[in-house]
């Protein structure tokens, strides 16, 4: 006897009704039951994991997985505060580039070179964790803003200076 294929549970218009594993951006946050077209749940959402069928056993294991993202993701804050507190507490950094007498930069100063700035403090910083509004042209002292993520912000001391002359 052969068995019919599982139906996937449909919604009132006839598309698929699944729960999000993960946060989708423009369609929900993880645990949603949303309702999709069924080719955008074939194609995209299953084979990525970003979505399941909503039977009582995958809500079991999304409850429980939610549990551990839920952790992973205060541990993480933690840890951002801890970077945060560190980044405080520096007295600043200092970059080099090269600058004619006047203290105009030949170049710039950008995210790229306060974040290799910070790593080379041992303080793990990307470019993209750096604020600026626009490139660093002039020589001084800035004070340089820093977004670490879930609304961790901390401020920089950022000294640019001329090369020696060698």
């Known amino acids: 006897m052969v068995k019919e294929r599982e139906q996937l549970p449909k919604g009132r218009h006839g598309n698929l009704k699944l729960v999000l594993t993960e946060d989708v951006q423009y369609l929900g946050k993880q645990g949603d039951v949303v309702e999709v077209r069924p080719g955008y749940a074939r194609n995209f959402l299953i084979p990525r994991g970003l979505a399941t069928v909503p039977t009582k056993h995958n809500l079991r ?3 429980r ?7 992973a993701r205060e541990a993480r804050i933690a840890d951002l505060k801890a970077l945060a507190e560190q980044i405080q507490k520096l007295a600043g950094i200092t970059v080099e580039a090269q600058a ?10 950008g995210p790229a070179e306060i974040a290799k700035g910070l790593r080379a403090k041992n ?3 990307d470019a993209e964790h750096v604020r600026l509004e626009g490139h660093l042209k002039e020589m ?3 004070a340089v803003k820093l977004n ?5 912000e901390t401020e920089v001391k950022v000294a640019v200076i001329a090369t020696s002359a060698k």
Do not use: C, M, T
């Open 148 to 152: 670490l993520g879930f609304d961790i």
């Open 123 to 125: 303080l793990p910083v």
């Open 61 to 63: 294991l999304l409850d």
């Open 100 to 109: 004619n007498e006047a203290g105009h930069l030949y170049g710039s100063v």
């Open 65 to 71: 997985y939610k549990i551990r993202v839920r952790q």
């Open 140 to 142: 001084g002292l800035y």
